[in-house]
């Protein structure tokens, strides 16, 4: 065997020992960056979508037409109240550009014993159904009767008792000793006897 052709085995040897050393250290560095990939995807494989920008400044100076006629039917911080309520319905649902809303006191209907339909119509032409349950004073918004917030006892609203400082103040004795009711006799005690003994007068034989 010639010089070169020892070299040459030589060099081709060092060559298969380097491979084989050198691609099983490769295949494991790849193996084990896979499972790290696999960590950083989420776990449901689904992208989050960001949630539809609401435009709250113009809900913030929602116009209400026609809600003098709910005095009529709700007390002044009833009505209040719904108008915050109304507010968050229309942000959680999603409207935008909603400019006004406008009771409809002609729609408003009573589909149930302790129950009041009000009819809003709002400033892109649709309505909003909210019924009243005079029970308790809840609204539910819409066709699917949503209530907005929860009825715990951390979120019941107390209601000030209103009272009338102008009338007198009066004790039980003296409730005791006034007139139940009605006017006085207006008759006087002559006609009252002569009647009397008129009545007395047929019984007798």
Known sequence: MSRKKLILSIFL???LVSVGMILPAMHRN????????????????KTTKPSPIKENASLSRLQ???FEDLETFLALIQIEDLKTQMVSYLQDT??????????LVDETRYPSNGETLFQFSLSDGSKLPVTCL???????????NQQIGSLGMSDMR???RQTDNS??????????TMQEGGYEDTESTASTESIAENNTEE???
């Open 13 to 15: 040897m060092a060559a």
């Open 30 to 45: 790849q193996t084990a960056e896979q499972p790290a990939r696999k960590k950083q995807v989420p776990a449901t494989g």
């Open 64 to 66: 209400y037409l026609g």
């Open 94 to 103: 999603g409207y935008r550009n909603i400019t006004s809303v406008t009771f």
């Open 134 to 144: 005079t029970a308790d004073g809840t609204f539910t918004f819409g066709e699917n």
């Open 158 to 160: 107390i209601y000030a």
């Open 167 to 176: 009338l007198p103040a009066v004790t039980t004795e003296e409730i005791e």
């Open 203 to 205: 019984v007798m034989p």
